[in-house]
Structures are given as structure tokens and as C-alpha cells.
């Protein structure tokens, strides 16, 4: 139940700001390299890991359309365009959403890691 309640949020936050339009905006790991490692790039797939430590903030940034792997959860404040929401996401937690542009600060106190696909 978490988990449907957790993808209802996501959804609701992601409405309205599927399409990153703005060129301009970079992707996630050249926007904030100390948080986005490039694991594998290819035609097909950009592979990254995020890791924000406790009160860590990325810079603004795009990612394509993308599966999104939570190794380890948090408390994350997640700011888009159209609104601010704070959200606990479990350890494991998996979601998917189209192309969007976004911060994430870490509000709670462990670290989180995911690991990133997005299509090209």
C-alpha cells in the first residue's frame, strides 16, 4: 500500500512537468557531478548514480525518460517547476516517469543512494 501511495505522489508531483523543454538545463551529472556518477553511456542508455548525503542539494537539472532504483531510501524534498513535496521513499523503491527537470535536497538524516537508467 506504501508503495501504490508513494507512486500516487510521485505522479502527482511529475504532472505538468513531464517535458523538459528547456535546452539549456543540463543533465543530472554534469549539472551536479559530486551527486551523479556516469556509470555507462551509450546510444540507447544513460546508466547514473545519485548520492546526496544528509542536507545535500543537487543542482537544477533534466533527465529523460527514466527507471529510477532506490538502493537507499530517505527523506527527500523534491522541487519542480509547479510545486515543492517532501516525500519518504523506502529502501528499494522503484518508479518510472517520462522526461522532467527537478532538484532534490536530502531533509533527512542517512544518505541517499539510487541508481538512474534513462533512455536516450
Do not use: C
Amino acid at each position: 500500500m506504501k508503495k501504490v501511495v508513494l507512486s500516487a505522489v510521485f505522479s502527482a508531483l511529475l504532472f505538468g512537468s513531464a517535458l523538459a523543454e528547456d535546452t539549456k538545463v543540463k543533465s543530472a551529472h554534469i549539472a551536479s557531478p559530486n551527486q551523479y556518477e556516469l556509470l555507462l553511456e551509450n546510444e540507447e542508455v544513460t546508466v547514473l548514480k545519485m548520492t546526496l548525503k544528509p542536507g545535500e542539494q543537487d543542482n537544477w537539472h533534466k533527465h529523460n525518460a527514466e527507471t529510477v532504483y532506490f538502493e537507499k531510501g530517505g527523506k527527500a524534498t523534491i522541487t519542480t517547476n509547479e510545486k515543492d513535496m517532501t516525500l519518504e521513499i523506502p529502501d528499494g523503491y522503484v518508479m518510472w516517469h517520462d522526461q522532467w527537470e527537478h532538484q532534490v535536497k536530502n531533509v533527512g538524516d542517512t544518505t541517499i543512494t539510487a541508481i538512474i537508467v534513462e533512455k536516450k
